[in-house]
């Protein structure tokens, strides 16, 4: 018999137990790692808040603020939107570089109405599905209510829950403080990194759509800002279409220029500034950051740009951390390994 005592039917229980959990829990992962992640950010202030208010005032005050700068510029930027992409897609549909694209030919070959025809389909949907994206908003409501509830337990003894946690953890004090520390220090070059790369480069591809003559340069610079927070494509989403579009118009010198433009000075912003910042606060070497932001992506959705090179990066801590208190030292557990509370 495979459990043939009261122990191991116990770990089995407790297994198939929190696997349940674990299930249950999963579509709100979002809210539940958000929390955190939005704690990392507000630690500087909470415990400067905390010597001068009760903790309960500190915490309240901190998750208030969270939520007025998530849901502030979120409402504002899909608003301007789904304003602009209903412009967009009308504006296109009757305009005469649709035309131009009818009269397109390739040697012996007519492809101008195929292409004008796909391009049609391409903005009638964009324009559509800007509802569809606020529609989505609807249920990320629960996921922002969970990570303010966790936000504000945890702003309220941030040091309790530690202590807590660090019980289960099956390796020393020593480190279990270096997860801690490893946790904090991807979650803040993570934010800095991904925020710093967009930034600029929205204000360079506003920039170039200014100086080539594009229209609502500004807005555009904004729409770059958050299509750079995506790996690999990014800002290309943006100025390759501008380029395109000058193209189109017959303005071959200008389109030439803002696609040289963005491969050139505005896609190389994410290769210097972000494995610069991994680099400076978490030690990350950038192919981890890539391949973990790729995996994230896929099963976080934005927030897995932060999951998934925290996974890969403790994937390879905690190897380590095996190897060098399970094998190495041939003991079967850690000395100081601590007493759950």
Excluded at 306 to 330: C, D, H, K, Q, T
Aim: charged share 10%; proline share 4%; glycine share 10%.
């Amino acid at each position: 018999m495979i459990i043939d005592n009261t122990r191991q039917r116990a770990a089995v229980l407790i297994l198939l137990l929190g696997l349940g959990i674990a299930i249950a829990l999963a579509p709100y992962a979002t809210g539940l790692i958000g929390g955190v992640v939005l704690y990392v950010v507000f630690s500087p202030v909470n415990e400067w808040l905390q010597r001068r208010l009760r903790p309960s005032l500190a915490a309240a005050l901190i998750t208030v603020v969270a939520l007025v700068v998530i849901v502030g510029p979120g409402i504002s930027f899909a608003t301007i939107i789904l304003g602009q992409a209903q412009e967009l897609a009308s504006g296109i549909t009757n305009n005469a570089l649709l035309e131009r694209l009818q009269r397109l030919r390739v040697g012996p070959y007519q492809v101008g109405p195929q292409i004008a025809a796909l391009g049609k389909q391409v903005v009638t949907w964009l324009g559509s599905s800007a509802f569809g994206f606020l529609g989505t908003a609807t249920r990320m409501v629960l996921n922002l209510v969970i990570a303010l509830f966790v936000l504000y337990a945890l702003a309220v003894r941030p040091n309790q829950v530690w202590e807590a946690v660090r019980g289960y953890i099956p390796f020393s004090a020593a480190n279990a403080e270096k997860l801690r520390v490893r946790f904090r220090d991807v979650t803040t070059s993570t934010l800095i990194g991904t925020g710093l790369t967009a930034a600029i480069q929205g204000v360079l591809v506003a920039l170039g759509f200014w100086v080539a003559g594009l229209s609502n340069a500004l807005f555009w610079g904004v729409v770059t800002a958050v299509f750079a927070i995506l790996p690999v494509l990014g800002s290309g989403m943006v100025w390759a279409p501008g380029a395109l579009a000058l193209g189109l118009g017959g303005r071959w010198g200008a389109a030439t220029a803002l696609a040289l433009w963005g491969a050139l000075v505005v896609a190389n912003v994410d290769n210097v500034i972000r494995p610069a910042v991994f680099r400076r606060w978490a030690q990350i070497h950038p192919l981890v950051t890539l391949v973990g932001a790729v995996a994230g992506v896929s099963y976080f959705g934005i927030l897995g740009l932060l999951i998934g090179p925290l996974a890969v990066s403790y994937f390879f801590e905690l190897s380590r951390m095996y190897r060098e208190e399970y094998l190495e030292s041939g003991h079967s557990q850690p000395a100081d390994l601590p007493r759950s509370a």
